[in-house]
């Protein structure tokens, strides 16, 4: 078991973590991930002034609404991403907002797991550049993730350098900003971009997802990976209804969901329509 001189992280310890973030976030945590649960949490224990994971876990489960819980929950969420990660889904986004566009409809994009925002303002940039060469239209996009220090992160738009060094010169000059003097090294999305996007904080395991419409995209990639089996269809089934008749569900590249549901069928690398677009309410 991880352990070193001044915290003890034993095995009932960390089976205590793994069954509370499972019931409130739903990531299912195994034997393997105890280093990883350890790394991240003991800053956790620390700055809360504790002294074993003992008593943090008991601080945490004595008190369901201390703002403790957040903290405890971004320290164990991964949030691995990237702009235009996954690229073919871009270009199944460009291709489907040219098809979908009609005047006077709003084309409406949900970025489910947005992390640090790199996910949701390369659909950005994709819908600005489509509108752009399309004369016109209106467009809805909001990004969504549990974690708050990404969501404060994303909303910022602030990257290094390093972050966008695969991202074409000519959108570099479209839509961002060189940062200079303390900024140097440092890339912002402009106002533009950031203006087209909608932050807030959902629980793809919340009970009740509350009424966000429906959309022509779902983006909902790489965060299935982290869920078991029965989480993953039942959000799976609860963003069939949050899909147009016509709309798309965006999955990352080792999520596959043939044997979890058949509300939707295949159509294209990692991308889904609805089965039965004429049920959609
Ligand atoms: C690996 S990142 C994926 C980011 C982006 N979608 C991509 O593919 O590049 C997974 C994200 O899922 C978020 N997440 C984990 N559990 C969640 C939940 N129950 N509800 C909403 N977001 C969750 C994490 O905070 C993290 O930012």
Redesign the pocket.
Known sequence: MAQDTELKFTHSDFRRVRDMIYQR???SLNESKTHMAYARLAKRVRSSGLRSFADYLDMLEGDQQTAEWQSFINAL??????FF?ESHHFDILREHACMQKKPGEIFRVWSS???TG??PYSIAITLLDVWREMSGGSFELVA????TN?LNHAALGVYNQERVEKVSPQLLRRYFDKGAGTNAGKVRLKKTVRDALIFFQ????APNWPDIGQFDVI?C???LI?FDKSTQSEILAKMAKCLKPNGLLLL?HSENIVHLTDAYVACGRTAYKLAHPELQE
């Open positions: 976030v739903g990531i969420t991964t949030n691995l991403t990237s990660r797991a947005s992390s790199e996910e969504s993730d549990i974690d990404v959902f629980n793809l395991i983006f990639r790489n965060v982290y990352g």
